[in-house]
């Protein structure tokens, strides 16, 4: 059901009903592993899938990042608020990122 390198691949598969007694089948949830990591500093444009990239060589292990951070929304981690003032300075702003 899933490829090799998901992060789900460990999970257990269940079978359950819904209120309506439709079978559905559905992926048990996952604990978030702890996972240490080097802070690494991100730019407006930075995308997990290519910080993974340069990482791993696989922008697909980007969830590796997003355990290391706790964030169940990986792009969260490089989404930024968009300030209206011009003269304002980006915000320098830090995630972790695992070495293997």
Known sequence: ???????????????????QGDKVVAV??????????????TKGTDRLDIMAH???KDGTRLWRIADANTELEANRLVE??????P???EETHF?????S
């Not at 059901?1 to 209120?19: A, H, L, N, P």
């Not at 930024?80 to 003032?85: I, L, P």
Request: with cysteine; net charge positive; charged share 35%.
């Open 28 to 41: 048990k949830l996952r604990r978030l592993p702890y996972v240490p990591g080097k802070l690494t500093e």
């Open 87 to 89: 003269l304002a300075k």
């Open 54 to 56: 340069r990482r791993y």
């Open 95 to 99: 995630i972790s990122v695992p070495e």
């Open 1 to 19: 059901m899933f490829d090799g390198s998901s992060r789900y691949i460990t999970c257990s598969i269940v079978e359950v009903k819904t209120i």
């Open 80 to 85: 930024r608020e968009r300030n209206e003032n």
